[in-house]
Nanobody, 120 residues
Framework: QVYMVESGGGSVQVGQSLRLSCTFSGRIERLTGMAWHRQAPGRQRELVAALIGGRVTNYADSVKGRFTISADNAKNTVYLQMNNLKVEDTAVYYC??????????????WGQGTQVIVSS
């Protein structure tokens, strides 16, 4: 069992920044990747950023140049620095970890996540 707890969300205005954190614990074996996803009301969950092998990063086109994913492996924590936030960034944000070649969170419930609300 792997546990993930997201934090750092909040209500901000357009152009402001937030830093999300996700601390994971439990049976962490062969950690090979970490990622952030988000789900806006009425929309499907989407990948925002991923960090693979501690070096390779992938970002959704909509957040490139504004969001940065990073990790502190000693603390089992992954971060998402979000700058120049836009109204369309409003969503519930979730993290995920990849153990070996499998992402832990799949098609089931992803828990509560952390809510980000950006207003103009």
């Amino acid at each position: 069992q792997v546990y993930m707890v997201e934090s750092g969300g909040g209500s901000v205005q357009v152009g402001q920044s937030l830093r999300l954190s996700c601390t994971f614990s439990g049976r962490i074996e062969r950690l090979t990747g970490m990622a952030w996803h988000r789900q806006a009301p009425g929309r499907q969950r989407e990948l925002v950023a991923a960090l693979i092998g501690g070096r390779v990063t992938n970002y959704a086109d909509s957040v490139k140049g504004r969001f940065t994913i990073s990790a502190d492996n000693a603390k089992n924590t992954v971060y998402l620095q979000m700058n120049n936030l836009k109204v369309e960034d409003t969503a519930v944000y979730y993290c995920n970890v990849r153990l070996g070649s499998v992402w832990y969170r799949g098609s089931g419930s992803w828990g509560q996540g952390t809510q980000v609300i950006v207003s103009s």
